[in-house]
């Protein structure tokens, strides 16, 4: 089982840059795939990125050239740099973790979620 905590929300101007982290503890072999995802207010959840266990990575075309996912595999943390934040980015972010799935943005069916922490981007 994995407990996965996410930090680093806030509130930024419109051009800034907020960086997300997500802790994940329990067994790391359970999270091969590591992904973030949004749910802005009325909207449906979407994925924002997601990278496997070697470092592959997959973007939503929203976001790439402005946000960039990484992980710690030694620490078993999962990051987001997000740049050239828009009020459109304004969201709870989420990530999630499996030991099995697929490097595709659109899969969502994820064995494990944090809590979310909320970004706020103002014009």
């Known amino acids: 089982k994995v407990q996965l905590m996410e930090s680093g929300g806030g509130s930024v101007q419109a051009g800034g840059s907020l960086r997300l982290s997500c802790a994940a503890s329990g067994d790391s072999s359970d999270t091969y795939f590591m992904a973030w995802f949004r749910q802005a207010p009325g909207k449906e959840r979407e994925g924002v990125a997601v990278i496997d266990i070697v470092g592959n990575t997959r973007y939503a075309l929203s976001v790439k050239g402005r946000f960039t996912i990484s992980r710690d595999n030694a620490k078993n943390t999962l990051f987001l740099q997000m740049n050239s934040l828009q009020p459109e980015d304004t969201a709870i972010y989420y990530c999630?973790?499996?030991?099995?799935?697929?490097?595709?943005?659109?899969?969502?069916?994820?064995?494990?979620w944090g809590q979310g922490t909320p970004v706020t981007v103002s014009s």
């Open positions: 999630a973790a499996d030991d099995t799935g697929v490097l595709w943005i659109g899969h969502n069916d994820y064995k494990y």
